[in-house]
């Protein structure tokens, strides 16, 4: 049964409409409490460790991370509604109705209907939405813009979500140097630490941008502009060394094609 107090966070880089927000369920739903307000997708993601909130409320863009990288990494603890100014991902992106969306500004009467919609959710778990959730950051290149003249970047994972004892790291990928599947985790290394992560390998590789990340072998993803050198040892394999770090890391023949030249 639903908590007769329900809890929910707000998270949009700009304060008005916040406040608006706010304002629109408080009218709407008076016993929802709004536990956390967060200005970009990381602040919401501490929030929600923090607060548990029963919903999210998460603006699709917003700078650093965006409101679907944020989704993904809470969307297993709490119920998702994004806003959104863009009509595209409104008729797009969520007309299957596994995922419910908010036009702004928001209106009185299309908030009724997300409400009475969470309601009934609040009953039950939240849903699986992963696959929603990567069909939506694979709209991002086809989204114009609002003048209707550029289309916007793919909404690539900027940002690793790490569990570390009690509390929660958030990697950005920029720190990342290779991940690397071990059994039933997949290993983060950076410069500086080793993390162990549920994600595996394959769905990593769909939600890093493949400009920045290249597959190297079956259980390798290597950030490209830590390469520092590639060379061929004694059994005729590419082995590459990596700024910041000691081991040297095989390239399989599968795709040793990358570096053709050698």
């Not at 849903?127 to 989204?143: F, V």
């Not at 071990?182 to 549920?198: E, F, G, N, P, S």
């Amino acid at each position: 049964m639903a908590h007769p107090h329900p809890t929910a966070l707000i998270a949009d880089d700009e304060a008005p409409m916040r406040d608006q927000l706010r304002a629109r369920l408080q009218e709407a739903w008076p016993e929802l409490r709004i536990v956390a307000e967060a200005a970009n997708g990381v602040e919401a993601v501490a929030l929600a460790q923090e607060h548990e909130p029963d919903i999210a409320f998460l603006d699709i863009r917003m700078p650093g991370m965006g409101g679907i990288d944020a989704a993904r990494q809470v969307y297993e603890r709490c119920h998702i509604v994004f806003a959104t100014a863009y009509d595209q991902y409104a008729v797009e992106a969520f007309e299957q109705g596994a995922i419910d969306y908010l036009l702004k500004p928001v209106t009185l009467a299309r908030l009724d209907t997300t409400v009475a919609r969470l309601r009934r959710q609040l009953e039950q778990k939240p849903q699986d939405i992963g696959a929603q959730l990567a069909r939506l950051a694979q709209l991002g290149d086809q989204l114009l813009v609002q003048n209707g003249a550029t289309a916007a970047k793919p909404v690539y994972l900027r940002w690793i979500q790490a569990q570390s004892g009690n509390s929660l790291r958030m990697v950005s990928t920029r720190e990342v140097l290779f991940f690397q599947s071990d059994d039933k985790y997949t290993r983060v290394q950076t410069a500086t630490a080793q993390h162990l992560i549920r994600k595996t390998l394959k769905e990593l590789e769909e939600e890093l941008d493949p400009d920045e990340f290249w597959r190297i072998h079956r259980s390798t993803l290597v950030r490209v502009d830590a390469i520092a050198e590639v060379r061929r040892d004694l059994r005729g394999r590419q082995m590459l060394r990596l700024r910041g770090y000691a081991d040297e890391l095989e390239v399989s023949r599968n795709h040793g094609a990358l570096f053709q030249q050698m």
